[in-house]
């Protein structure tokens, strides 16, 4: 198979081209395969003369000749001679063997080869080149002459052979023009649909790149954001390092002497600084061991009931460490908070000023150390 199909390839580029080619050497080979089942036959039934050898000789080296020049894409060539070759054999047949009756009727052979072979302009050359044929078998001069009868339907058989040939040319040159109009077609269409598939791999490309550089594009800005975040994630840790050394400075808790510390406030006392109070004076007291914690409350603005409980808590967690409480800076207006909102401060000492707290401190550490000293 694979022999076959590379002994009927044509080498053309245009599709018409090779389709002609095809049937050509289609055509050439069944004239060949004829040509030698006719000599067998005339082998077989009688005796091989020099009248039938010499043009089957002739038929196969030509149409040999017909398919080496189609597989070498000289198509129209090729079929022009093939048509030729079967409009000479046939006329010379009919004048050689004197036989006007029969061989007219197969000159509509030539015609069908070359609607198959040939291009519709070369339709027109295969008519003249028939109807040539036609006229040389009508006008040779016969063996005897014929009736008035049979001369009439002689020529009556060539007018309608005639018409007949030139309806089958008609039919065939209608028919390869429009095969080739179709070829056109599909060959137009296929050019389109090359150029839009060229088109739309263009579109995809450009798709692509746009997709590639949209995806870099996103990843440059999601690297971008991944270091906002970690710059803010350092920044609120530094935030949150400078607020606790901004909430350390707010609440200072300074040792004054051995066994004294004073806690001077400032600003406005919430929850959340109150708790911190708390905690940092706890700590402070139990690590130092202090007896005397001095509460400088001047710097505080208001005391509501609020921050009054959480003074008295400080208190007593502080009794419980063994620790007494020295209150500084009361206000005038603070008193009358303290004592409108029924808030006792019991054991606590309540000085005017820090002087007068460091100063009883004072007293009592002297006092403490003499005691000790007798002792």
Not at 2 to 14: G, L, N, Q
Not at 281 to 290: C, F, G, P, S
Not at 322 to 341: C, M, S
Request: charged letters at 20%.
């Amino acid at each position: 198979m694979h022999h076959v199909s590379k002994m009927i390839r044509v080498r053309h580029a245009d599709e018409d081209a090779q389709r002609r080619g095809f049937n050509i050497i289609l055509m050439a080979a069944g004239l060949q395969i004829m040509a030698l089942l006719l000599t067998i036959y005339v082998g077989f039934v009688g005796r091989l003369s020099p009248q039938v050898l010499i043009p089957v000789a002739i038929s196969l080296i030509v149409q040999t000749i017909v398919i080496v020049l189609t597989r070498r894409g000289s198509i129209d060539l090729a079929g022009g001679i093939l048509v030729g070759m079967a409009i000479v054999g046939l006329t010379g047949s009919a004048i050689f063997n004197n036989d006007s009756f029969i061989t007219p009727m197969f000159l509509l052979t030539p015609l069908l080869m070359a609607s198959a072979a040939l291009r519709p302009v070369w339709m027109i050359v295969a008519l003249v080149g028939v109807l040539t044929g036609m006229e040389l078998i009508y006008t040779m001069p016969l063996s005897r002459p014929l009736s008035e009868s049979i001369a009439a339907l002689r020529l009556a058989m060539f007018v309608a052979n005639g018409l007949i040939i030139m309806f089958t040319a008609l039919i065939g040159t209608l028919i390869s023009v429009g095969h080739t109009h179709l070829q056109r077609q599909l060959r137009d269409e296929v050019k389109r649909a090359n150029q839009a598939n060229a088109e739309l791999k263009a579109l995809n490309e450009e798709l692509d790149r746009r997709v590639e550089m949209q995806t870099e594009a996103l990843q440059q800005m999601l690297r971008e954001l991944e270091q906002k975040t970690l710059r803010q994630d350092q920044l609120l840790k530094e935030i949150a390092g400078q607020r606790e050394v901004i909430r350390d400075l707010s609440l200072p808790i300074l040792p004054v002497g051995h066994e004294v510390l004073v806690a001077p406030l400032v600003g406005a006392l919430d929850q959340e600084r109150m708790q911190q109070l708390q905690s940092q004076v706890l700590k402070q007291v139990e690590r130092t061991r202090a007896r005397l914690l001095i509460l400088d409350v001047t710097g505080v603005p208001m005391i509501d009931a609020h921050v009054a409980r959480g003074l008295m808590d400080l208190v007593q967690g502080l009794r419980l460490l063994g620790a007494n409480v020295a209150l500084v800076g009361v206000r005038p207006e603070v008193a009358q908070t303290i004592v409108a909102l029924g808030v006792h401060l019991r054991d606590v000492e309540v000085f005017s000023d820090l002087g007068s707290a460091l100063q009883r401190a004072m007293t009592r550490t002297v006092g403490r150390q003499d005691s000790s000293n007798l002792s």
